[in-house]
């Protein structure tokens, strides 16, 4: 695919403050729709907060990023939802239609308005999820789906808004598409050859110790601290 090709749309940039939550917690899931332009810094976006920064925000995960494509089939199978029925329902930063985990791949760099944008890696859903839709399987459910999002570090600081054309500058992994490391990330039983090719991919160091720790133990960590909450 060549640079300049346009991948899609930005239909809504959200951000949200972080507020109590369930459980005790802090979270900044709840996001809004914003209006006009919003400046994007190397830590996301202007008005964007995260309740827990070991394992959210940073610079390496400054900008989730979620396809509107996906709200359809959350709907049929989720059946009514309010939580459905706005943007920023999985907590994401862009909201977007024609882009989705199959189309996009590891280190593509994408100019959204005036930032420049690299995927960086997928989403790990957590428990909060369940507490947003009100059903205990939902982060699993969105694991299982693969129909996780990804995250973006920023190049270039710049303004971003919706409207905004998703524009491709550079693809170095081709091969790599996020669908395909969501699937070695979470299937459940080990593909070693498949682990073995993921870790020669520049990843950020959380995923090299994951692959690396499921090379060496042979096995697939548990899940269900992360998919369930801290009372799993």
């Known amino acids: 695919m060549k640079a300049g090709t346009v991948l899609g749309h930005v239909l809504a940039v959200c ?15 709840a996001k809004q729709a914003r209006s006009g332009p919003v400046f994007c810094s190397v830590l996301g976006l202007a008005g ?10 940073g610079p390496d995960k400054a900008v989730h990023h979620y396809a509107s494509e ?3 089939a959350w709907r049929q199978e ?3 939802s309010a939580v459905l029925d706005a943007p920023a329902a999985f907590g ?5 239609v024609g882009l989705t985990e199959s189309d996009v791949c590891l280190g593509d760099q994408v100019r959204v308005g005036e930032a ?15 507490e947003r839709f009100g059903r205990t399987d939902m982060a699993r459910q969105l694991q299982n789906t693969r129909r996780t999002g990804w995250y973006y570090r920023v190049l270039e600081e710049g303004a971003l808004w919706a409207g905004a ?7 170095p992994h081709p091969q790599w598409s996020m669908a395909r490391l969501l699937d070695v990330l979470y299937r459940p039983s080990l593909d070693a050859a498949e682990l073995r090719a993921a870790l020669a991919l520049p990843l950020p160091p959380n995923w090299e110790r994951l692959i690396a720790r499921r090379l060496d133990s042979g096995a697939v960590e548990s899940w269900a601290s992360r998919l369930e909450g801290p009372a799993a």
């Open 70 to 72: 996906h709200y359809a």
């Open 48 to 57: 964007d907060a995260q309740g827990d920064l070991r394992v959210h925000g």
């Open 92 to 96: 994401e930063n862009l909201h977007s």
């Open 165 to 171: 054309e998703l524009l491709l500058q550079e693809r």
């Open 116 to 130: 420049l944008l690299e995927v960086f890696q997928a989403r790990q859903p957590c428990w909060k999820l369940n």
């Open 78 to 80: 989720l059946g009514a």
């Open 15 to 29: 951000t949200g403050q972080a507020v109590p939550y369930a459980r005790g917690s802090i979270s900044g899931i």
